[in-house]
């Protein structure tokens, strides 16, 4: 049996995102993309609810039987009470929503890491950093609470690095913090596979520093809410780690996501939007982000069209970072 879903979706973040109108006079080209992202009506989700159980999830997910509130004070707890974990960020995707007056499924997100850990990553892979600070959402799906979050074992095939021993103790931490009040949880496949074709990479001529303040400045005139700037390589110098250059902006605007959300929870953990900005191994600065293809067939969402339009958003950002 299949169902089916309809639904307006764009790619954004933080309960939310994507197209915000600029503080003055917008370009013919801001104005086109934006508009044609907002005129798209619907797209199909297809689940074949007999052959779910068989499917490969690209991340983890844990069912509970407590409410969506309950799970997530549970969560958050066992982060602050490990010494190693520091919560970085906390996205209440529903009642952001709310604020642009949209109702969605109750959905929260925590964002936090381990320093230590990340820049082990990171010296291996700097694109890992687009998933680092660790994330989990706590979600409600049609009555029952639900978890998913990267693991180890997902980061490791995503980003191509071979570090077997801390894989398995991203695992075990993630696992614990992460302990679902159903005695016997079954976990679903876990679908291990890389993703760096997927990730959209972009030279500029700026320093690190000088492209950081640039986005920065564009997103406020844009009108995006930034909600974290993780600078993972003062964090490594924190921890007298060695790591080049490397700041992640976490952005987003609810308007649109919320949409998104709607017709799929898990887009959540995606969301907010992210773009890495960082120096490679030859003192060059990189832009790099994920395409919107790449989200939307993780979230089994079908709309080439939408996709394209929110790549050119995606574009416009990173462009104007280049230089």
Known sequence: MKTLFNYFIPFCAFSVLLLSSCQGKKTNTETSVTDSI??????????????????????????FSSSVDEAYSSIKSAIEKNGNLKIIAEVNHSEAAKGVEMEIPQSRLIIFGNPNVGTLLMQKNQAVALDLPMKMLVYDDNGATNVIYNNGSVLMNRYEINLPNIEEKINAALDKVSASDIEETKLRDLKLESILADIQTKESTLSVDEASKKLEKLLKEKEFKLIAKVEHDKAAKDASLELRPTRLFIFGKPEVGSQLMKANSTIGLDLPMKMLIWEDENGKTQVSYFKGSFLASRHAIENVELTDKIDGVLNMLSDTVLK
Do not use: A, M, R, W
């Open 38 to 63: 907002q005129s798209i009506d619907t797209t199909t989700i297809i689940i074949d609810e007999d052959n779910t159980s068989s499917v490969e999830l690209p991340f983890v997910q844990k069912d």
